[in-house]
C-alpha cells in the first residue's frame, strides 16, 4: 500500500513509519531508555551519506525517519521513493545574461538587500557573488581566511573578490575549525553529522548578524551542478534541493539567531537551466564547464586554474584541540548507554585513528562522535 | 643522473625534509634541520617561486592526446612499467632509473599526456612513478625540469610533481598545491 509523506513546511518534519504520523517535533518523545534503544549502527551507515534523506536513511530511533523541508515521499513496502516534480526538457538557450536577469527577478521578489554570502575562496560561492554584483547586488562577505600554505590559492581568490566590497568580515581559519565547540551545540532530535561543523556555522552567523543581516547564502551544491554527468534530458536525483541542502545547519543553528541559511544554486530554477545546458556532457571533476560559461563574471584565477585545497591538515589540527571534548562526549554517552565504542577512551582512540586520513576512518569515526554529540545535548539540556 | 637537494621547512613547531636517498618524510626538533650551504640553482628556486605563487604558472587546458607512434607507447609501457614494478618501496633505484634519460617526447607535457592516459593513473596515487616517467622521458626536462617531492604538513601525506619553466605539466593534477615541497630533483 502506497502512502504519501509530504512535508511543506520550512523546516524537517518527523514521520513515525508504524502509525502513519508526521511531527513537527519529537523531542518531548524522547527519554533515557529509546536512547538506549538507539541505534548507533544505523546512525553511521547514514552518515556515510551528504544529507539524511528518507530513502537512504535507517532509523536510528525505532520507526522514526526525518523528512526534509519542501519534499514529498511515496512510503510503500517499508521503503522511501522521492515524489519528483516533473522539469521542463526544453531545452534551454541560455546565457549568463539569462542568469543575471534571474537574480534580478529574486531580487524584485525577495528583496536581496542586506544579504550575506559566505566568501570560502572556492569557485561555488564566488559564482554566486559576483552573479549578485552583476544583478546590482553587493552583497555582505563573510568567511575564514587561512594562512596556511595549502590554501594560499584560496587567500588569493578572496582578495580579489572582496575587493571593493565595503562589508567584509574575514575571520582567522581557527574561528571556524571542524570539531570546535562541540560541548555547545544545540540540542537536536536526531543525531547528524552536521553537528561536527557547529563551531565553524556559529562564527558565520555570528558574524553576519553583526552586519546586520539575516539572509546568509553558501555556495553548496554547485558541486552536484556542475561536477555530475548529465545524461540526456534527464534530470540528475542529485540536482534536488533536498540532495545537497543542509537543512541540519539552517533549523538549528541559523534560525535560532533569525536568519535563514540557503543554497542560491539549489534553489528552482537554476538548477533546471544547468541541467538543459550541461546535457550529455560526462563527469567534470575540475567545473570546466562552469569556469568557462561564467567566465564573463569570473577573475582569471577561477577561469583559467583548478586548484583545489585539501581540508586534511585543518580537520587534524581542529581534531588535536578537541580531544578533551571529545573525551567529556564520550564519558557523558556511555553513562547513557552503556556502550563501550562511545566511552571517553574509545572515542579517543577512534579520534587518533583517523589522523591517518582512511575514508573509512574517518567516517566510522564521524559517525560515533555526532552521535555522541546528540546525547551530550540532550542531558546538558536535561531533556533526558 | 638526478640531483637532489633538500629544502627543510620549519612548521608547526618542527622540522621537516625528505630524505632525498629514502623518500621518507622527515621530523624533527625545530631548526635542527637545516640546508647545507650548497647553494640552490637558479632553476629550482625559480620552481619554488611557481610553487608559492600557482597562478602565476602559464595556464593552458587539456591537449587531446596525440597518438603516439609505436615506439612512444612500447618504450613508455616499459619504463613505466619497470617503475610500477620497483614501486614506493625501492625509492632509490627508481631515482637512479629514472636518472639515466631515454627521451621519447619533446616535453614534460607531452609526456603527462600520454602517462594520464595510461590505467594506473585514473587516480593520483602513483605520482611518483608518473614524475618519475616524465623525468626520464622528456627532452625539456633535462634542461628544465624539477621534480619535486612534498608533503602536506603536518599531514605527513606526501605527493610528487613537476614544474617545468612556468609550466606545471600534469594538467590533471589540482591537488598538488597542498603539498609543500621538500626535496628536489633536477638532471644533472
Known amino acids: 500500500?502506497?502512502?504519501?509523506?509530504?512535508?511543506?513546511?520550512?523546516?524537517?518534519?518527523?514521520?513515525?513509519?508504524?502509525?502513519?504520523?508526521?511531527?513537527?517535533?519529537?523531542?518531548?518523545?524522547?527519554?533515557?531508555?529509546?536512547?538506549?534503544?538507539?541505534?548507533?549502527?544505523?546512525?553511521?551507515?547514514?552518515?556515510?551519506?551528504?544529507?539524511?534523506?528518507?530513502?537512504?536513511?535507517?532509523?536510528?530511533?525505532?520507526?522514526?525517519?526525518?523528512?526534509?523541508?519542501?519534499?514529498?515521499?511515496?512510503?510503500?513496502?517499508?521503503?522511501?521513493?522521492?515524489?519528483?516534480?516533473?522539469?521542463?526538457?526544453?531545452?534551454?538557450?541560455?546565457?549568463?545574461?539569462?542568469?543575471?536577469?534571474?537574480?534580478?527577478?529574486?531580487?524584485?521578489?525577495?528583496?536581496?538587500?542586506?544579504?550575506?554570502?559566505?566568501?570560502?575562496?572556492?569557485?561555488?560561492?564566488?559564482?554566486?557573488?559576483?552573479?549578485?554584483?552583476?544583478?546590482?547586488?553587493?552583497?555582505?562577505?563573510?568567511?575564514?581566511?587561512?594562512?596556511?600554505?595549502?590554501?594560499?590559492?584560496?587567500?588569493?581568490?578572496?582578495?580579489?573578490?572582496?575587493?571593493?566590497?565595503?562589508?567584509?568580515?574575514?575571520?582567522?581559519?581557527?574561528?571556524?575549525?571542524?570539531?570546535?565547540?562541540?560541548?555547545?551545540?544545540?540540542?537536536?532530535?536526531?543525531?547528524?553529522?552536521?553537528?561536527?561543523?557547529?563551531?565553524?556555522?556559529?562564527?558565520?552567523?555570528?558574524?553576519?548578524?553583526?552586519?546586520?543581516?539575516?539572509?546568509?547564502?553558501?555556495?553548496?551544491?554547485?558541486?552536484?551542478?556542475?561536477?555530475?554527468?548529465?545524461?540526456?534530458?534527464?534530470?540528475?536525483?542529485?540536482?534536488?534541493?533536498?540532495?545537497?541542502?543542509?537543512?541540519?545547519?539552517?533549523?538549528?543553528?541559523?534560525?535560532?539567531?533569525?536568519?535563514?541559511?540557503?543554497?542560491?544554486?539549489?534553489?528552482?530554477?537554476?538548477?533546471?537551466?544547468?541541467a538543459s545546458l550541461r546535457s550529455g556532457q560526462d563527469e567534470d571533476t575540475r567545473k570546466i564547464w562552469a569556469r568557462k560559461f561564467f567566465r564573463e563574471i569570473l577573475p582569471r584565477e577561477l577561469v583559467e586554474y583548478a586548484y583545489k585545497g585539501s581540508f586534511d591538515g585543518v580537520y587534524e589540527y581542529g581534531l588535536k584541540l578537541a580531544l578533551d571534548d571529545i573525551q567529556k562526549i564520550g564519558n557523558v554517552a556511555f553513562e547513557v548507554t552503556k556502550n563501550n565504542s562511545l566511552n571517553g577512551q574509545n572515542l579517543l582512540k577512534l579520534a587518533v585513528n583517523s589522523l591517518n586520513h582512511s575514508h573509512e576512518n574517518t567516517l566510522d569515526f564521524m559517525g560515533k562522535l555526532s552521535f555522541g554529540i546528540w546525547i551530550y545535548s540532550l542531558v546538558r539540556e536535561n531533556v533526558i | 643522473m638526478l640531483k637532489s637537494f633538500k629544502l627543510p621547512v620549519n612548521l608547526f613547531g618542527f622540522s621537516w625534509v625528505i630524505c632525498p636517498l629514502t623518500g621518507n618524510l622527515v621530523k624533527a626538533e625545530e631548526n635542527v634541520l637545516?640546508?647545507?650551504?650548497?647553494?640552490?640553482?637558479?632553476?629550482?628556486?625559480?620552481?619554488?617561486?611557481?610553487?608559492?605563487?600557482?597562478?602565476?604558472?602559464?595556464?593552458?587546458?587539456?591537449?587531446?592526446?596525440?597518438?603516439?607512434?609505436?615506439?612512444?607507447?612500447?618504450?613508455?609501457?616499459?619504463?613505466?612499467n619497470r617503475l610500477l614494478c620497483l614501486g614506493n618501496s625501492k625509492f632509490l633505484m627508481s631515482i637512479l632509473y629514472a636518472g639515466y634519460s631515454k627521451h621519447i617526447f619533446d616535453n614534460s607535457v607531452q609526456a603527462m599526456t600520454a602517462l594520464s592516459a595510461l590505467p594506473e593513473h585514473s587516480t593520483q596515487g602513483r605520482c611518483l612513478q608518473k614524475a618519475l616517467a616524465t623525468a626520464k622521458t622528456s627532452k625539456s626536462f633535462k634542461n628544465d625540469g624539477v621534480l619535486f617531492i612534498g608533503a602536506h604538513l603536518p599531514t605527513g601525506i606526501m605527493h610528487a610533481w613537476i614544474i617545468e619553466n612556468d609550466i606545471q605539466p600534469d594538467f590533471l593534477d589540482r591537488s598538488w598545491v597542498n603539498y609543500r615541497p621538500l626535496v628536489a630533483y633536477i638532471s644533472k
Open chain 1, 1 to 274: 500500500m502506497k502512502e504519501l509523506v509530504s512535508n511543506s513546511s520550512r523546516t524537517s518534519k518527523f514521520f513515525n513509519t508504524k502509525s502513519g504520523l508526521l511531527f513537527d517535533n519529537i523531542l518531548d518523545m524522547i527519554d533515557a531508555k529509546c536512547i538506549r534503544l538507539a541505534s548507533l549502527e544505523s546512525h553511521i551507515r547514514n552518515s556515510y551519506y551528504y544529507v539524511q534523506c528518507p530513502d537512504t536513511y535507517t532509523s536510528v530511533l525505532e520507526n522514526i525517519v526525518p523528512i526534509p523541508p519542501r519534499t514529498n515521499w511515496e512510503y510503500s513496502s517499508k521503503k522511501f521513493f522521492p515524489v519528483l516534480k516533473n522539469f521542463s526538457k526544453k531545452r534551454r538557450i541560455c546565457g549568463i545574461e539569462n542568469i543575471i536577469r534571474l537574480v534580478d527577478r529574486y531580487n524584485k521578489n525577495f528583496n536581496l538587500a542586506n544579504l550575506t554570502v559566505e566568501l570560502s575562496g572556492g569557485l561555488d560561492s564566488s559564482i554566486v557573488i559576483q552573479l549578485l554584483r552583476h544583478s546590482g547586488i553587493e552583497p555582505n562577505l563573510v568567511g575564514f581566511q587561512s594562512k596556511r600554505y595549502e590554501f594560499r590559492t584560496e587567500s588569493c581568490i578572496q582578495d580579489i573578490i572582496k575587493t571593493g566590497c565595503k562589508n567584509v568580515i574575514l575571520m582567522a581559519d581557527d574561528k571556524g575549525l571542524p570539531y570546535s565547540d562541540l560541548l555547545s551545540v544545540p540540542v537536536h532530535p536526531l543525531p547528524n553529522k552536521s553537528s561536527i561543523f557547529y563551531g565553524r556555522h556559529k562564527s558565520i552567523v555570528e558574524a553576519s548578524v553583526h552586519l546586520g543581516s539575516s539572509l546568509i547564502l553558501n555556495g553548496m551544491g554547485g558541486d552536484f551542478l556542475f561536477c555530475s554527468a548529465v545524461r540526456h534530458n534527464q534530470f540528475p536525483l542529485e540536482f534536488y534541493k533536498w540532495q545537497s541542502d543542509d537543512y541540519w545547519a539552517n533549523e538549528y543553528i541559523y534560525k535560532p539567531y533569525g536568519c535563514e541559511y540557503i543554497s542560491p544554486m539549489a534553489l528552482k530554477p537554476f538548477p533546471e537551466i544547468i
Open chain 2, 34 to 80: 637545516t640546508r647545507r650551504n650548497e647553494s640552490i640553482p637558479e632553476k629550482i628556486e625559480r620552481a619554488l617561486f611557481y610553487c608559492n605563487e600557482p597562478f602565476d604558472l602559464r595556464s593552458f587546458s587539456e591537449n587531446s592526446s596525440e597518438s603516439l607512434t609505436e615506439f612512444q607507447r612500447n618504450s613508455l609501457n616499459k619504463i613505466h
